[in-house]
């Protein structure tokens, strides 16, 4: 890659020139490991809402790309519909961490996913290159999907237009990858029993099958806490490693907003992706120091058990 291709990217801020050189070299031996990989990258919460982490997000995915990485991005986008609901006196209600979905509702769900905040991410990583394609699940048929009725307190409950991914098809995907663009899928999907129906497919779980599919080599998921603890709110207790059949386990015990990512990191991993990480998008480069650094940030979900517990650094 050329100067020009990468000079507006600042990733080492506040480093000297000894300390960027230090960054570089620790990096090597994960470019090399990586180097060709298929990531996926569930983008969300804070990262979403704050102009300054947009940006750096944006920034990361060409950085990731002109690293010989392939990023592919499933977003949803929580805060810009409760927003737009709110501006349209329509009430905003959840069962077990899903979104009831009324017809009202499921088209502003897709107006926003769609038009609003895939517009302004495909937008913003354009900003430094023709780089980024946006698409829902709509397109080219990607996504097919089925109604989803959770379940609580042992009885089904309805949450409207609500659905589970349950076909892929890549062919849009891999086209876009092999012309070394950056898809931007928005997680809406066609009803399996009536195309005409769309969905509201939970984005954890979107790019869990979106990352089967593809064969990836991570699937990455941003949110709002620093990863899973072992003993929540004991900050001392932050996962740093855990086997899918440990966490598995752990499942019922979870706060209704963190089980669909640790269900979706499940399901990737079950899949045959490689790692499965929950990282924190309230950080500035989150997703680089997770690849390219020896330490990491976030959980890392992996094949099998045991749960291994992040060191914290210790302040002076």
Excluded at 110 to 131: A, C, D, F, H, Q
Excluded at 220 to 239: F, H, M, Q, R
Excluded at 278 to 305: C, P, Q, W, Y
Aim: with cysteine.
């Amino acid at each position: 890659m050329t100067n020009t291709e990468y000079e507006d990217i600042d990733v080492h801020e506040d480093l000297t020139d000894s300390q960027k050189s230090e960054v570089l070299l620790e990096m090597l031996p994960w470019l090399q490991e990586f180097a060709g990989s298929l990531v996926v990258i569930k983008y969300g919460g804070n990262a979403m809402v704050s102009e300054e982490l947009r940006a750096c997000f944006a920034q990361d995915m060409v950085f990731l790309r002109q690293l010989g990485l392939h990023p592919v991005i499933v977003h949803g986008g929580g805060p810009q519909i409760n927003e737009m609901l709110h501006a349209l006196g329509i009430e905003s209600r959840f069962k077990a961490g899903l979104r009831v979905t009324d017809e009202e509702t499921m088209n502003v769900v897709r107006m926003v996913l769609t038009g609003k905040v895939s517009r302004e991410l495909v937008g913003l990583i354009n900003s430094y290159g023709p780089y980024a394609v946006g698409l829902s699940g709509e397109d080219g048929g990607l996504f097919s999907a089925a109604q989803r009725m959770p379940i609580v307190d042992g009885h089904s409950v309805d949450v409207g237009y609500v659905g589970d991914v349950v076909s892929v098809d890549t062919r849009a995907v891999d086209d876009l990858i092999a012309s070394h663009r950056i898809p931007v899928v928005s997680s809406v999907a066609p009803d399996e029993e009536d195309a005409t129906q769309v969905l509201n497919v939970n984005a954890d779980t979107a790019a869990a099958a979106l990352a089967i599919a593809l064969g990836a080599r991570k699937l990455i998921i941003l949110t709002d806490v620093e990863g899973l603890y072992a003993n929540w709110p004991d900050k001392d207790s932050l996962v740093g490693e855990i086997g899918a059949e440990t966490l598995r386990d752990m499942m019922p015990e979870l706060e209704s907003g963190m089980r669909p990512k640790m269900e979706a990191c499940v399901r990737a991993i079950d899949g045959g992706v490689g790692e499965a990480h929950i990282i924190d998008g309230r950080k500035k480069h989150s997703i680089l120091n997770e690849i390219f650094t020896t330490a990491g940030i976030g959980t890392m979900v992996a094949k099998g058990e045991g749960m291994q517990l992040r060191k914290k650094a210790k302040t002076q």
